[in-house]
C-alpha cells in the first residue's frame, strides 16, 4: 500500500499530467516527459492509471520523428463533469462544463436579492441540480462546483466575510452548505479572479501577458494575472478595485475606507445620479426602491447606446472615474492588458473600453516601456461561472476520487 | 564538452545549490537533496565543483541520524563578494557584501544632482573603486554590482526611461556604461523593489508575508514581495505608488496621470507647504534654490520630531495622504505587512509608521480577513543598496564564469 504522503503526490502528478493534456489537446507520452519533466516510465504508469479510470483515451498516431509514430493521447471530455456557480444577489448564473473545459449547458437566473443563506442556498442547488437533470450528466461524474461570489471571503473555509447583502451573510459557511445541499465538493472563489481564469481559459489573452480584469456586476472588483498565475495575495482578497479611494475629500463607504471608486463608477452610484438627473429615471422606468442594480444599470446603458444624451453623460462619467481605478491598477501591477468583465459591460462595454484605454495610454506610469491595452471580455456576462467551472476542473478533484494503487 | 543548453542548467543547478547553502548557513548534502529536489549524486557533483572553486567548505560534522555523522557545507564567505549601489539626484549609497550576504564595507555621498550622465557615472564609478581598494577586495573576486534607482526602467537593457533628473537620462544605457567604466557586470533594478529585497535578506519580514514596501527618498515608490518572490509584472515597472491618483480634481502631475499621490505626500510637497508656513522654511534654513529635496525634508522631519508645532503639522499632512497610498497598496495586494523604508523615513519614520498603521487597520479591505501591520526598516537608508548587493548574488553571476566541466 502506498503511503499517506506518497498516495498525496501520485494524485498530484496524475493531476499535473491531466491538466498538460488537457491543454495540449493532443499529446504524446514522449510529449508529456518532455513538457512535464517526468520520467518516461512514471508517465507510461500515470497514463495507464488515466485510462484504467477512464479519463483518458488513446486517439491514432502522430508523426514519426524516426521510429515507430507515437500514440496520441486525449481525455476523454464525457468521463467527468464540472460545474461553475456565479453567485450575487442580482444575477445567477450555473453552467456545465466537461472534463475538457468545454461549455455543456448554461442558466441563469435571477439572484436570491434579500434571502436570507439559508432560503438563498436551497434555491440554488435547486438550479444546479435541475440543470444536471436536464442534459442527463449522472451525478457521480460530477467532480464539483467552484462558487464565486463577491468578497472579502475566507477562501479556505469557504466562508463569506461581508454582510452584503444582509448581516446574516457575514461568517456564514457558504461552501460547506452548498457542498451539504448539493453532495458534492463545492470551492469557494472570488468572482473577479474566476473572470480573470475564465478569460484566460477561453483564450481571450496572450498567455505570457500580465493581465488585469475589471470585473464589474452590481459591484466592482478586480484580478490580476501574471505569468500565467493568478495574484491572490495574503488571504486570495486581492485587486478590491472598487474600494480603493479616488477622491480624498470623499465621503466614508461602507467598507471603511473614504472616497471609494465603488461610488463614483458603480452601477449603484449611476442609478442615484440617473434618479437626480431631471426626468431621467421616470423616463426610462428605473425602480424607485432600488431592488435591482443589474436591471437598472443596464436600462440606463441601453439609453446611453441608444444615443440619449442623459443617459450617455452618466455613464461616460462612471468610465471617467473607473479609469482612475484602471490607472491605478496598471501602474501598480505593471499591466499590459486591462479586460473589462461581468455583467455590467454587457451593454456599455464599449463606452467604457474606449474611455478607459485612452485614459490608461495617456496616464500608466510604465507606458513608456510597453503598451497597455484595454480590451472586452469575449464570455460577456458569463467569464465568472465558466471561470469557477475551470477552478474545480484543476483543482485536482478528477484525481483525487481514484483508489491509490497497491 | 557540454553543449550550450546544458552547460547553462549546469551553471543554474550550480547556483540553486549556492543558495540553499547561503539560506541554510551551513547544511548537509543529504539536506540539500531534500530541499532542492535534486538527485543526491547530482549533489556530489556540484558541491564537489563549488569546492573545487573555493566557494563552498566543509566545516565539520552534524549530528548522526543513525548512520556516519554527515559532513556539514557552509559557503567561503571570503571567496566572492558584490557590490551594491542606491544611485540617486541626492544620496549615493554604496556597500560590499561577501557571497554570503554580509555586510563588508559601507561608503555614502551626496547625489549626482544635475550632472550629466558622462560626469556622474564616473563619479559613482571612483568610489566603488575606491571602496574595494580601501577594505582589500580583489577585483577578481568581485562577481558585478546592483545598481538600483528609480523607474520606470528597461530593466533587461539596463537603461532609464525617464527623464529625472535631466532629460538626457532619458533612455541612456546607464547599466551598460557603468559596466564599462567598473569593468563588472552591472545589473539595473528598481530602489524599492531591492529595498524590499534587503529587508527580506536582513530577516525584517517573516518568510510567508506578503509585504509591500514604500519607499521614500526624493519620490516615492513601491514593492511587493509574495511568497518570497518579488511582483514584478509586465515590465518590472510595478508598484508605483508615487504615481497613482489619490484626488480626482487634482492637478496634472510630470508624469502624465492627475492627483499623484507624490504630489501630496512626496519630500518636494512637504518642502514646498514649508516655504508656504509663515517663516518656517527661513527658521529651519531650507535652501530656497531647492537643490537638496532629501536634505530639506530631512530638516523639517527633525523639527517635526523635535515638536515643532509647524514642522509636525507638515509630516502629518504627508502621512495622512500617504495613508491613502497605503492602504490602496494593501487592498490591492492583499497585504499583511508594510515596510517604510528609504532615507525619507530615516527621521520621521515612528510619525508615518503610527499614522499610516492606524488608517490602514481602519480602511483596508481585506482587514476582516486578516489584521495588516505596518513597521519601519531594519536597514533604515541603506535596505536598497543592501538589496542591489543581494540581486547580484542570487543572480547566478557566482556560478556563471566557472569552466564547464569536459
Redesign the interface.
Known amino acids: 500500500m502506498a503511503s499517506g504522503p506518497v498516495a498525496a503526490s501520485r494524485s498530484k502528478t496524475r493531476g499535473v499530467v491531466l491538466n498538460l493534456i488537457r491543454a495540449a489537446h493532443t499529446v504524446s507520452r514522449v510529449e508529456l516527459a518532455a513538457n512535464s519533466g517526468l520520467t518516461p516510465p512514471t508517465i507510461t504508469q500515470v497514463v495507464r492509471e488515466l485510462m484504467e479510470h477512464g479519463l483518458v483515451v488513446e486517439v491514432g498516431r502522430g508523426t514519426s520523428t524516426g521510429g515507430k509514430p507515437p500514440t496520441l493521447l486525449q481525455l476523454n471530455a464525457q468521463a467527468r463533469y464540472s460545474v461553475g456557480i456565479l453567485f450575487e444577489r442580482n444575477i445567477c448564473v450555473v453552467i456545465v462544463a466537461d472534463l475538457a473545459g468545454h461549455l455543456v449547458a448554461r442558466t441563469s437566473f435571477h439572484g436570491t436579492e434579500l434571502l436570507p443563506p439559508d432560503q438563498a442556498l436551497p434555491l440554488v442547488a435547486s438550479r444546479v441540480e435541475a440543470l444536471l437533470e436536464a442534459v442527463g450528466v449522472e451525478r457521480d461524474k460530477v467532480l464539483g462546483a467552484g462558487l464565486v461570489s463577491y468578497?472579502?471571503?475566507?477562501r479556505q473555509a469557504g466562508v463569506l466575510?461581508?454582510h452584503q447583502p444582509t448581516a446574516e451573510w457575514l461568517g456564514y459557511p457558504i461552501a460547506p452548505k452548498l457542498s451539504e445541499l448539493l453532495d458534492l465538493p463545492v470551492l469557494l472563489d472570488n468572482d473577479a479572479a474566476a473572470a480573470a481564469i475564465g478569460e484566460y481559459w477561453l483564450g481571450a489573452v496572450e498567455q505570457n501577458?500580465?493581465y488585469g480584469c475589471i470585473y464589474m456586476a452590481s459591484g466592482i472588483g478586480?484580478a490580476v494575472v501574471?505569468e500565467g498565475q493568478t495574484?491572490?495575495?495574503?488571504?486570495?482578497?486581492?485587486?478590491?478595485?472598487g474600494?480603493?479611494?479616488?477622491?480624498?475629500?470623499g465621503a466614508e463607504c461602507g467598507?471603511?475606507?473614504?472616497g471609494c471608486l465603488e461610488n463614483?463608477a458603480g452601477p449603484g452610484a449611476v442609478i442615484r445620479q440617473a434618479f437626480a438627473t431631471g426626468d431621467l429615471a421616470r423616463r426610462l422606468g428605473l425602480d424607485p426602491l432600488g431592488n435591482d442594480y443589474l436591471a437598472d444599470f443596464a436600462l440606463i446603458a441601453a439609453a446611453a447606446v441608444a444615443g440619449d444624451p442623459a443617459a450617455h453623460e452618466l455613464i461616460e462619467h462612471s468610465a471617467r472615474?473607473l479609469a482612475?481605478g484602471a490607472?491605478?491598477?496598471a501602474?501598480?501591477?505593471?499591466?499590459?492588458l486591462i479586460v473589462l468583465a461581468g455583467p455590467s459591460f454587457a451593454t456599455a462595454g464599449p463606452i467604457y473600453q474606449t474611455l478607459i484605454e485612452h485614459e490608461v495610454q495617456?496616464?500608466?506610469?510604465?507606458?513608456?516601456?510597453?503598451p497597455v491595452r484595454v480590451v472586452q471580455s469575449v464570455s460577456g456576462s458569463d467569464a465568472a461561472a465558466i471561470g469557477g467551472a475551470v477552478l474545480v476542473l484543476k483543482s485536482g478533484l478528477a484525481t483525487l476520487d481514484l483508489p491509490q494503487p497497491d
Do not use: K, W
Open positions: 468578497g472579502p471571503q475566507d466575510l461581508t501577458s500580465t478586480g501574471s495574484y491572490r495575495g495574503s488571504s486570495s482578497n486581492s485587486v478590491e478595485i474600494h480603493i479611494s479616488i477622491d480624498l475629500a467598507c471603511g475606507n473614504r463614483y472615474h482612475i490607472v491605478t491598477m501602474t501598480l501591477f505593471d499591466l499590459d495617456q496616464r500608466t506610469f510604465a507606458r513608456r516601456a510597453h
